[in-house]
């Protein structure tokens, strides 16, 4: 187990990215010091940190960086002992790996290009690859328990929670509509065991906060037009 060791977590307030990391570290209880970005004055210590994408979240582990939301939560949880984030079981740890990438691959591009895409036929098209690829989640999906792989969060709980928590208030701002927990049940009950548990409530951001956040985002692309 690592101790007496200095980790710092670069972020943005309301980023579902930043989320993943904080929950994957609280879940560890792991103690860190959280470091406010700013979207439009990126700090030298971010830039230094991550020259590729130059984007939070970004963990400095004794100074070292690692960036990319889902690589920090893998790190995390190969660092730091306590509550186990990746199956053990190898097989159960690939359908986490798999699954998690169809999330980041398949289902959110198409979710921000309804959302945001200034052309409103590419918006309409979106939420039709959205609403195809949540529908393929829903149906070849096994939750095994009240997480997806057992009694606890775990690794794809955390990648899949920018669908249950941000997408219905992106949605919601951008007066479009792909995802509901009717439409896609098993997803609906996952999503409600997974929201439900305390320390995710304690890495999610105020709710009116974020709608208010995304409806101006929204507002700003249609008038640009």
């Known amino acids: ?31 860190y010091e959280y470091i406010q970005e700013s979207l439009t004055n990126k700090s030298d210590l971010l830039l230094k940190s991550n020259p590729v994408h ?9 100074n070292q960086p690692i960036c990319e939301s889902l690589v920090i939560v893998e790190y995390v949880d190969e660092t730091w ?7 053990s079981d190898p097989y159960h740890r690939a359908l986490s790996r798999f699954w998690s990438r169809f999330i980041e691959d398949q289902v959110m591009p198409p979710v921000f ?8 036929q590419e918006r309409v098209k979106g ?14 999906l096994k939750v095994n328990g009240k997480f997806f792989n057992g009694d606890s969060v775990g690794f ?10 941000w997408v219905p208030i992106i949605q ?6 792909v995802y509901s927990g009717d439409k896609y049940p098993k997803l609906g009950k996952w999503s409600q065991e997974v929201l439900n548990d305390p320390v995710v409530k304690g890495v999610l951001p105020p709710r009116d906060v974020l709608l208010s956040f995304f409806k101006a985002r929204f507002q700003s692309i249609v008038n640009s037009k």
């Open 1 to 31: 187990m690592a101790t007496n060791q200095q980790v710092k977590l670069l972020g943005f307030a309301g980023s579902p990215f930043v989320a993943r990391a904080e929950l994957a570290l609280k879940l560890k209880g792991v103690q």
């Open 54 to 62: 130059k984007k939070v979240p970004v963990l400095l582990h004794n």
């Open 81 to 87: 002992t306590g509550h186990p984030i990746l199956p």
């Open 113 to 120: 290009k309804a959302a945001w895409n200034p052309n409103k």
């Open 127 to 140: 939420a039709e690859e959205a609403r195809e690829a949540l529908k393929i989640l829903d149906k070849e």
């Open 156 to 165: 794809l709980d955390i990648a899949a929670l920018i669908i249950f928590y």
């Open 172 to 177: 919601e701002a951008s007066e479009f509509n």
